[in-house]
Protein backbone atom coordinates (compact mmCIF):
# COMPACT_ATOMS: atom_id res chain seq x y z
CA UNK A 1 0.00 0.00 0.00
CA UNK A 2 1.87 3.01 -1.22
CA UNK A 3 -0.54 5.18 -0.52
CA UNK A 4 -2.91 7.88 -2.98
CA UNK A 5 -0.05 10.13 -4.70
CA UNK A 6 -0.78 12.98 -6.25
CA UNK A 7 1.27 15.23 -8.81
CA UNK A 8 2.43 18.35 -8.80
CA UNK A 9 2.55 19.18 -4.87
CA UNK A 10 2.69 22.89 -5.68
CA UNK A 11 1.40 24.05 -9.13
CA UNK A 12 1.48 28.22 -9.59
CA UNK A 13 0.13 29.65 -12.74
CA UNK A 14 -1.32 33.49 -14.63
CA UNK A 15 -4.74 33.73 -14.67
CA UNK A 16 -6.10 32.35 -18.24
CA UNK A 17 -3.62 29.67 -18.24
CA UNK A 18 -4.69 25.53 -18.65
CA UNK A 19 -3.66 23.14 -15.74
CA UNK A 20 -3.66 19.28 -15.17
CA UNK A 21 -3.05 17.57 -11.96
CA UNK A 22 -2.91 14.03 -11.94
CA UNK A 23 -3.84 11.51 -9.06
CA UNK A 24 -2.88 7.91 -8.83
CA UNK A 25 -4.75 5.62 -6.23
CA UNK A 26 -4.04 2.82 -4.06
CA UNK A 27 -3.56 0.33 -7.19
CA UNK A 28 -6.72 -2.08 -6.17
CA UNK A 29 -9.38 0.52 -5.49
CA UNK A 30 -12.17 1.47 -7.69
CA UNK A 31 -13.70 4.65 -6.67
CA UNK A 32 -11.87 7.77 -6.84
CA UNK A 33 -13.12 11.43 -5.61
CA UNK A 34 -11.67 15.33 -6.32
CA UNK A 35 -12.36 17.47 -3.39
CA UNK A 36 -11.20 20.70 -3.85
CA UNK A 37 -9.95 22.68 -0.30
CA UNK A 38 -9.96 26.70 0.46
CA UNK A 39 -8.24 27.56 3.63
CA UNK A 40 -10.32 27.26 6.64
CA UNK A 41 -12.60 25.27 5.11
CA UNK A 42 -13.51 21.92 4.82
CA UNK A 43 -13.37 19.71 1.73
CA UNK A 44 -16.03 20.32 -1.17
CA UNK A 45 -16.67 17.69 -3.08
CA UNK A 46 -15.78 18.32 -7.26
CA UNK A 47 -16.62 14.60 -8.68
CA UNK A 48 -15.95 11.17 -8.33
CA UNK A 49 -15.31 7.85 -10.78
CA UNK A 50 -16.36 4.17 -10.32
CA UNK A 51 -13.72 2.67 -12.54
CA UNK A 52 -13.72 5.05 -15.30
CA UNK A 53 -17.14 5.86 -15.22
CA UNK A 54 -17.95 9.25 -13.81
CA UNK A 55 -20.71 8.89 -12.11
CA UNK A 56 -21.53 12.77 -10.27
CA UNK A 57 -20.28 15.63 -10.85
CA UNK A 58 -21.02 18.93 -8.01
CA UNK A 59 -22.27 21.70 -9.29
CA UNK A 60 -19.23 23.49 -8.25
CA UNK A 61 -17.96 21.84 -11.18
CA UNK A 62 -17.76 24.58 -14.14
CA UNK A 63 -17.43 24.03 -17.50
CA UNK A 64 -14.01 24.69 -17.06
CA UNK A 65 -13.48 21.45 -14.94
CA UNK A 66 -12.92 18.66 -16.78
CA UNK A 67 -11.98 15.08 -15.14
CA UNK A 68 -11.25 11.74 -16.61
CA UNK A 69 -9.80 8.08 -15.69
CA UNK A 70 -9.50 6.50 -19.02
CA UNK A 71 -8.43 2.81 -17.68
CA UNK A 72 -9.75 2.80 -14.15
CA UNK A 73 -6.81 4.22 -12.82
CA UNK A 74 -4.99 7.21 -12.57
CA UNK A 75 -7.64 9.96 -12.90
CA UNK A 76 -6.82 13.82 -13.92
CA UNK A 77 -8.35 17.16 -13.59
CA UNK A 78 -7.66 19.58 -15.87
CA UNK A 79 -8.93 23.23 -15.27
CA UNK A 80 -9.27 25.54 -18.07
CA UNK A 81 -8.73 29.29 -18.19
CA UNK A 82 -7.52 29.41 -14.79
CA UNK A 83 -8.98 32.54 -12.54
CA UNK A 84 -8.01 33.28 -9.55
CA UNK A 85 -11.40 31.81 -7.41
CA UNK A 86 -9.36 28.70 -8.57
CA UNK A 87 -6.78 29.00 -6.08
CA UNK A 88 -7.38 26.35 -3.87
CA UNK A 89 -5.82 22.36 -2.76
CA UNK A 90 -7.20 20.04 -4.85
CA UNK A 91 -7.38 16.70 -2.99
CA UNK A 92 -7.86 13.40 -4.45
CA UNK A 93 -8.84 10.21 -2.27
CA UNK A 94 -9.90 6.85 -3.23
CA UNK A 95 -11.94 3.73 -1.78
CA UNK A 96 -12.29 0.38 -2.17
CA UNK A 97 -15.77 -0.13 -2.42
CA UNK A 98 -19.29 2.15 -3.10
CA UNK A 99 -20.29 1.07 0.81
CA UNK A 100 -21.56 4.35 2.46
CA UNK A 101 -19.11 2.99 5.76
CA UNK A 102 -15.56 2.69 3.69
CA UNK A 103 -12.77 4.81 4.85
CA UNK A 104 -11.34 6.94 1.64
CA UNK A 105 -7.44 7.21 1.86
CA UNK A 106 -6.56 10.97 0.55
CA UNK A 107 -3.60 12.12 -1.35
CA UNK A 108 -1.63 15.21 -0.22
CA UNK A 109 -3.10 17.49 -2.51
CA UNK A 110 -1.83 19.80 -5.21
CA UNK A 111 -1.61 23.83 -4.20
CA UNK A 112 -2.68 25.49 -6.99
CA UNK A 113 -1.94 29.63 -6.83
CA UNK A 114 -3.64 31.62 -9.49
CA UNK A 115 -2.13 34.48 -10.12
CA UNK B 1 -29.43 20.17 1.74
CA UNK B 2 -26.82 18.11 3.72
CA UNK B 3 -24.77 19.35 5.53
CA UNK B 4 -22.00 19.47 8.56
CA UNK B 5 -21.87 21.88 11.22
CA UNK B 6 -18.63 21.81 13.61
CA UNK B 7 -17.90 24.34 16.69
CA UNK B 8 -15.20 27.06 15.83
CA UNK B 9 -11.98 27.44 15.95
CA UNK B 10 -8.78 27.27 16.66
CA UNK B 11 -9.40 25.31 19.96
CA UNK B 12 -6.30 25.98 23.01
CA UNK B 13 -5.74 23.65 25.35
CA UNK B 14 -3.03 22.25 28.07
CA UNK B 15 -1.58 19.05 27.78
CA UNK B 16 -4.18 16.67 29.57
CA UNK B 17 -6.95 18.65 29.50
CA UNK B 18 -10.51 17.34 28.02
CA UNK B 19 -11.00 18.19 25.05
CA UNK B 20 -14.50 18.24 23.31
CA UNK B 21 -15.26 19.44 19.22
CA UNK B 22 -19.17 19.80 18.51
CA UNK B 23 -20.51 18.64 15.62
CA UNK B 24 -24.33 18.63 14.49
CA UNK B 25 -25.42 17.62 11.19
CA UNK B 26 -28.54 17.80 8.57
CA UNK B 27 -29.40 14.36 6.37
CA UNK B 28 -32.13 13.95 4.65
CA UNK B 29 -31.25 9.97 5.11
CA UNK B 30 -29.71 7.45 7.29
CA UNK B 31 -25.60 9.00 7.50
CA UNK B 32 -22.76 7.45 8.50
CA UNK B 33 -20.72 9.03 10.37
CA UNK B 34 -16.94 10.12 10.79
CA UNK B 35 -14.61 11.97 11.93
CA UNK B 36 -11.07 12.98 9.81
CA UNK B 37 -7.33 14.26 11.25
CA UNK B 38 -5.43 16.21 9.53
CA UNK B 39 -1.97 16.54 10.97
CA UNK B 40 0.31 19.34 10.11
CA UNK B 41 1.93 18.79 6.37
CA UNK B 42 0.12 15.34 5.96
CA UNK B 43 -3.20 14.55 3.99
CA UNK B 44 -6.32 13.62 5.82
CA UNK B 45 -7.13 10.43 7.45
CA UNK B 46 -9.97 8.67 9.26
CA UNK B 47 -9.44 8.57 12.69
CA UNK B 48 -13.01 6.97 14.12
CA UNK B 49 -16.40 6.39 12.02
CA UNK B 50 -19.91 5.38 13.24
CA UNK B 51 -22.72 3.72 11.05
CA UNK B 52 -25.96 3.70 12.77
CA UNK B 53 -27.81 5.45 15.76
CA UNK B 54 -26.37 4.88 19.23
CA UNK B 55 -23.14 3.42 17.45
CA UNK B 56 -20.02 5.04 19.35
CA UNK B 57 -16.45 4.82 17.27
CA UNK B 58 -13.31 4.94 19.27
CA UNK B 59 -9.44 5.43 18.11
CA UNK B 60 -6.67 6.53 20.16
CA UNK B 61 -8.20 7.68 22.87
CA UNK B 62 -10.85 9.70 21.10
CA UNK B 63 -14.44 8.73 21.10
CA UNK B 64 -17.40 10.14 19.46
CA UNK B 65 -21.46 8.67 19.49
CA UNK B 66 -23.76 8.70 16.97
CA UNK B 67 -26.59 10.68 18.30
CA UNK B 68 -29.72 10.42 16.09
CA UNK B 69 -32.10 12.44 18.55
CA UNK B 70 -29.85 16.02 18.49
CA UNK B 71 -28.50 15.27 15.43
CA UNK B 72 -24.81 14.90 16.64
CA UNK B 73 -21.76 13.00 16.46
CA UNK B 74 -19.43 15.06 18.96
CA UNK B 75 -15.66 13.99 19.41
CA UNK B 76 -14.45 13.42 22.87
CA UNK B 77 -10.66 12.86 24.33
CA UNK B 78 -10.36 12.47 27.88
CA UNK B 79 -6.52 13.85 27.76
CA UNK B 80 -4.97 15.66 24.81
CA UNK B 81 -1.65 15.40 23.93
CA UNK B 82 0.56 17.70 22.51
CA UNK B 83 0.83 15.12 19.11
CA UNK B 84 -2.85 15.88 19.19
CA UNK B 85 -3.00 19.09 17.63
CA UNK B 86 -4.05 19.46 13.94
CA UNK B 87 -7.36 20.14 12.40
CA UNK B 88 -10.22 17.91 13.07
CA UNK B 89 -13.00 17.24 10.62
CA UNK B 90 -16.35 15.92 10.87
CA UNK B 91 -18.12 14.79 7.97
CA UNK B 92 -21.32 12.40 6.35
CA UNK B 93 -21.83 9.76 3.89
CA UNK B 94 -25.33 9.03 2.38
CA UNK B 95 -25.71 6.74 -0.79
CA UNK B 96 -22.89 7.08 -3.26
CA UNK B 97 -20.30 7.12 -0.83
CA UNK B 98 -19.02 10.74 -1.23
CA UNK B 99 -18.25 12.45 2.13
CA UNK B 100 -19.93 15.90 2.90
CA UNK B 101 -17.63 17.92 5.28
CA UNK B 102 -17.43 20.29 8.09
CA UNK B 103 -15.58 23.55 8.17
CA UNK B 104 -13.44 21.57 10.41
CA UNK B 105 -11.58 22.97 13.57
CA UNK B 106 -7.95 23.57 14.58
CA UNK B 107 -6.88 22.37 17.70
CA UNK B 108 -3.70 23.33 18.97
CA UNK B 109 -2.24 21.72 22.20
CA UNK B 110 0.27 23.02 24.72
CA UNK B 111 2.73 21.33 26.62
Known amino acids: DTGVSQNPRHKITKRGQNVTFRCDPI?????LYWYRQTLGQGPEFLTY????????KSRLLSDRFSAERPKGSFSTLEIQRTEQGDSAMYLC?????????????FGSGTQLSVL | GDSVTQMEGPVTLSEEAFLTINCTYT??????LFWYVQYPGEGLQLLLK?????DKGSNKGFEATYRKETTSFHLEKGSVQVSDSAVYFC??????????FGQGTELSVKP
Open chain 1, 93 to 105: ASSLSFSTNEKLF
Open chain 1, 27 to 31: SEHNR
Open chain 1, 49 to 56: FQNEAQLE
Open chain 2, 27 to 32: ATGYPS
Open chain 2, 50 to 54: ATKAD
Open chain 2, 91 to 100: ALTLLGGKLI
